[in-house]
T-cell receptor, first 114, second 114 residues
């Protein structure tokens, strides 16, 4: 069974540009999470969805960040406009309907904003 | 509030030596505790979890951890380090076992010396 799939794996862009990160969760998982990882702040939960509905977006840093989940197999995290301080690795993770304590992470999208 | 503290951001051991990675938690209620591992350029994957059953928990790749309530600790150990164990290790706590309430530690980078 395929794991969580993220794209792109690497993105280099210039300040002010729009960035869209994509995620396909594991089939049958109804929780989807977006995390950001930086050296300074470690792993931060940005937002999570349950059954495609955003439940908690309190970790989204600013209005420049938005996330959507139009269906059970696809989610996007968008940054508009991007800034150099947004440079990080962004992870998508999913979990089973009956939570067992295990998150399944994608390989991450490394974003560099110049 | 819940939190985890990982003592030592970097740990180096020789191949074949004991691995000990330290984690202390704080939680107002009995916690669920987890260890995740992150190999270079990959997402996190679950090593093991404690969910109030046996205090000694065995995980994948020969790792185990012991829950000690009196010490509020959940240290990760492996009797004999292998080169392939080189990775970053994260301790995490959840108040209810919910993925949406996971709090990750800052991580410990394990280096295995030949």
């Amino acid at each position: 069974d395929a794991g969580v799939i993220q794209s792109p794996r690497h993105e280099v862009t210039e300040m002010g540009q729009e960035v869209t990160l994509r995620c396909k969760p594991i089939s049958g998982h109804d929780y989807l999470f977006w995390y950001r990882q930086t050296m300074m702040r470690g792993l931060e939960l940005l937002i999570y969805f349950n059954n495609n509905v955003p439940i908690d977006d309190s970790g989204m840093p600013e209005d420049r960040f938005s996330a959507k989940m139009p269906n059970a197999s696809f989610s996007t995290l968008k940054i508009q406009p991007s800034e150099p301080r947004d440079s990080a690795v962004y992870f998508c993770a999913s979990s089973l309907p009956r939570y067992t304590g295990e998150l399944f992470f994608g390989e991450g999208s490394r974003l560099t904003v110049l | 509030a819940q939190s985890v503290t990982q003592l030592g951001s970097h740990v180096s051991v020789s191949e074949g030596a004991l691995v000990l990675l330290r984690c202390n938690y704080s939680s107002s209620v009995p916690p669920y505790l987890f260890w995740y591992v992150q190999y270079p350029n990959q997402g996190l994957q679950l090593l093991l979890k404690y969910t109030s059953a046996a205090t000694l928990v065995k995980g994948i790749n020969g790792f185990e951890a012991e829950f000690k309530k009196s010490e509020t600790s959940f240290h990760l150990t492996k009797p004999s380090a292998h080169m392939s164990d080189a990775a970053e290790y994260f301790c995490a706590v959840s108040r209810s076992g919910s993925a949406r309430q996971l709090t990750f530690g800052s991580g410990t980078q394990l280096t295995v010396l030949p």
